[in-house]
C-alpha cells in the first residue's frame, strides 16, 4: 500500500481499527500519534488530490483520527481503454487491480461467444469487490483516480455501444482524461490470424482502445464485427497467453505508443 486513499465521506471520521489502512498505518509503517503519512483523497469530483494526512489521535478502541490536507491535483489517467472478455472470476481482481495501477481510464468486460457463461454471474460486480481492486491498484500507483469500470452482454453489445465514441460525443468521461481527446486507435488483440503485430504499431499520440478476447480467443463471427466496427487486428507474439497476463500486455504496449512512458 503505496499511498493511503480515503473517500471524501471518511474525512472527518475516525479509521476503524480492522481497518486495512489502520493497520498498515500502525503495524506495518509503525506510525504513532503525531506522525505524517502519504495520503490521498478518491476523485470522485472537486476537491480530490494528493496530500498527506497526519495522525492526531490513537484511540483507546484502536481506530486513528486523522487530519488531511491535499497538497497536489489528481494524476490525469491515461487515454486507453481495455475492453475484456470475462475471464475466470478469481483472475478479474487481479485484472481490474493491475489495469487500475497502470492508470489505464476505463475497463469494459463483456461476453465473448468462446468465453465461460458462468462467469459473468461473478459476485464481484455487485459486492463492492470490484471497486475494491480499482482502488488497490490506484493506491499501489500513488493515484487518486480509478477507471471507469462498464459490463456488456457481448462484444456485439460492447461495439453497437461504443463507450470510447460516447465520451467523444459528449465529453464526458467518469476519470480525468477523456477519450475525447482525439479519435481513438481501435486494436484487438489476435493471435490467430493477425493482421500485425501490436509492437511494430507506430507511435501513436492519441487514444487506443483495446480488445482482448476471453481465453479461448475470438470466433471468426468475432472478427468479422470487430473488422466491421474499423479494429485492427494485431498479434501479441506467437504464445498463448493468459487473459489478465494479455491486457497487461497489450496495456504497456498501448501506453508506450502514446508515449506515456517516456
Known sequence: MNLILFEAHELGKALPRRDER???????????????????????????????????????????????????????RLPVRVGVGFPRPIQIRRLLRDLSSLGVEAIDLFGTELGEKSYRDTKLLDDGGARAALIEGAAQSRDTTIPALGVFPNLADWLKEHPWRKNQEDGSSASSAPLS??????????NVRPEGALSRLTPTMRPVVLAIGSER???????????????????LGSRALRTETACVAAAVLAIEKIGELG
Do not use: M, Q, Y
Open 22 to 76: 489502520n493497520i498498515h498505518l500502525l503495524k506495518v509503517l509503525h506510525k504513532k500519534t503525531g506522525d505524517t503519512f502519504e495520503a490521498g483523497l478518491l476523485d470522485t469530483g472537486s476537491g480530490s488530490g494528493l496530500g498527506r494526512g497526519k495522525i492526531e489521535k490513537v484511540n483507546i478502541d484502536g481506530s486513528i483520527s486523522f487530519s488531511f490536507e491535499i497538497e497536489a491535483p489528481p494524476v490525469p
Open 181 to 190: 481527446r482525439g479519435v481513438p486507435l481501435l486494436v484487438a488483440a489476435d
Open 217 to 235: 480467443g475470438w470466433t471468426d463471427h468475432e472478427r468479422d464485427l470487430l473488422e466491421d466496427a474499423g479494429f485492427l487486428r494485431l498479434s
